[in-house]
T-cell receptor
């Protein structure tokens, strides 16, 4: 089974609808992230969480909200979806490791392809 | 200027060829550097970290030049399975958080 899972994998919705994307992980990592990927723009950080009580905005948080329900679960919501939120969304996790967090790998889920019409 | 810049390619090479990608970063405070691989419509996966002394993993060699702020990835004896997009990733301090900044990727196509 995959260590980081995302649901749904694909979603088509209409403008103005509320959408929730879910992420679960079995890696036991405290840190979780939400990114979006658009052609030509690379991955951009939406929100990140270092533990259940710590949630922070990334570079493109407007129009999004998140919930860290447990160490293993991190959900991303689009309160009122708009067409320019059409993108590939990735959840990721990481472990600061033993070197103070400077060197760590992020593990990505399989992604959710969201289309807003 | 983008924080991390890469040539988008595509680089079209025959099997067995050697190919090199470069990446430049703008923040001199960046501390950690990585190459991730992303197959079409799939999640990025860590290919290798890049250390100051350079490092090699089989057919892959990564090098870092801090003075010029660029990172390179060399792939020797290219295989068809190397066809993918290679993301240059830099770990940069940002308000107490070491964030990962992703380049837009360089696409590699290896042909028979």
């Amino acid at each position: 089974d995959a260590d980081v899972t995302q649901t749904p994998r694909n979603r088509i919705t209409k403008t103005g609808k509320r959408i929730m994307l879910e992420c679960s992980q079995t890696k036991g990592h405290d840190r979780m992230y939400w990114y979006r990927q658009d052609p030509g723009l690379g991955l951009r950080l939406i929100y990140y969480s270092f533990d259940v009580k710590d949630i922070n905005k990334g570079e493109i948080s407007d129009g999004y909200s998140v919930s860290r329900q447990a160490q293993a679960k991190f959900s991303l919501s689009l309160e009122s979806a708009i067409p320019n939120q059409t993108a590939l969304y990735f959840c990721a996790t990481s472990d600061p490791g033993t070197s103070g967090g400077a060197f760590y790998e992020q593990f990505f889920g399989p992604g959710t392809r969201l289309t807003v019409l | 200027r983008k924080e991390v810049e890469q040539d988008p390619g595509p680089f079209n090479v025959p099997e067995g060829a050697t190919v090199a990608f470069n990446c430049t970063y703008s923040n001199s405070a960046s501390q950690s550097f990585f190459w991730y691989r992303q197959d079409c419509r799939k999640e990025p996966k860590l290919l290798m970290s890049v250390y100051s002394s350079g490092n090699e993993d089989g057919r892959f060699t990564a090098q870092l030049n801090r003075a010029s702020q660029y990172i390179s990835l060399l792939i020797r004896d290219s295989k068809l399975s190397d066809s993918a997009t290679y993301l240059c990733v830099v770990n940069t301090p940002d308000t107490g958080f070491q964030k990962l900044v992703f380049g837009t990727g360089t696409r590699l196509l290896v042909s028979p």
